[in-house]
């Protein structure tokens, strides 16, 4: 039987991930962050000394990605989360990791019947024939404190403001870009968790995808 896929997308700590996580876990299918890999492409060119700028660096290092090997604790940081927008910009780069995310939404890892992938793209051009799309949004200041709650837990000395700004420069690369823009695909349904707990969030996200299954 095809995949059932669950497309998740949404700005940086909109708080898609937890959401995405908990709905595979409820529907017990399979999960993919698309942002880690972006981000282990960033994480992978500032390790090696390199600027997330420079094309030809980001090109080898997505050609080069083993999602087996990704450092979950490196990929977490704000560098890393920088460098995972600069060069998710580049259509080369982006091209490089589509047909691994693609494979996994039609052939889910551990024989699973379904799969959730959380991303910007995943309900416009990784996956726009899943069965159902969410966008999850909040507001930049919500996103901002609770990016600062997490990453403060993890030791960070970013003070709110330059998350805030983070943020808002994040928002702008990943809508303004040219390839694969960040935006809700028409078929999307709006999640705004602004004023939502996890919890009623995904009550939320349930109520919306078990009427399309
Ligand atoms: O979701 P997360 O904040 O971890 O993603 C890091 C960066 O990776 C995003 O700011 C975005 O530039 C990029 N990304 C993307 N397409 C995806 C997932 C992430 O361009 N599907």
């Not at 908990?22 to 600027?51: I, K, N, P």
């Not at 709650?149 to 998350?163: D, P, R």
């Not at 349904?189 to 939502?196: A, M």
Request: proline share 4%; with cysteine.
């Amino acid at each position: 039987a095809a995949s059932t896929i669950i497309a998740i997308d949404g700005p940086a700590a909109s708080g898609k991930g937890t959401l995405a996580r908990r709905l595979a876990r409820h529907y017990d299918f399979a999960y993919l962050d698309t942002g880690s890999l972006y981000r282990a492409v960033g994480q992978a060119v500032l390790a090696a000394g390199g600027s997330p700028a420079d094309e030809a660096a980001a090109l080898a290092a997505a050609e080069a990605l083993d999602v087996n090997r990704i450092d979950e604790m490196a990929i977490r940081s704000r560098e890393a989360g920088e460098a995972a927008s600069v060069v998710a910009a580049m259509p080369k780069v982006r091209a490089a990791i589509l047909h691994f995310q693609r494979d996994f939404a039609a052939n889910p890892p551990g024989g699973k019947a379904g799969a959730v992938l959380d991303g910007r793209d995943i309900g416009t051009v990784v996956c726009p024939d899943a069965r159902a799309k969410l966008f999850v949004t909040a507001s930049p200041e919500v996103r901002a404190h609770r990016r600062w709650l997490e990453l403060k837990g993890s030791g960070s000395a970013a003070s709110e403001a330059q998350i805030v700004d983070d943020i808002r420069d994040r928002d702008r690369r990943d809508a303004e870009r040219t390839a694969s823009p960040m935006k809700p695909a028409e078929d999307a349904y709006l999640l705004d968790t602004s004023n939502l707990s996890i919890e009623a969030a995904f009550g939320a996200a349930v109520a919306i995808i078990d009427k399309a299954m």
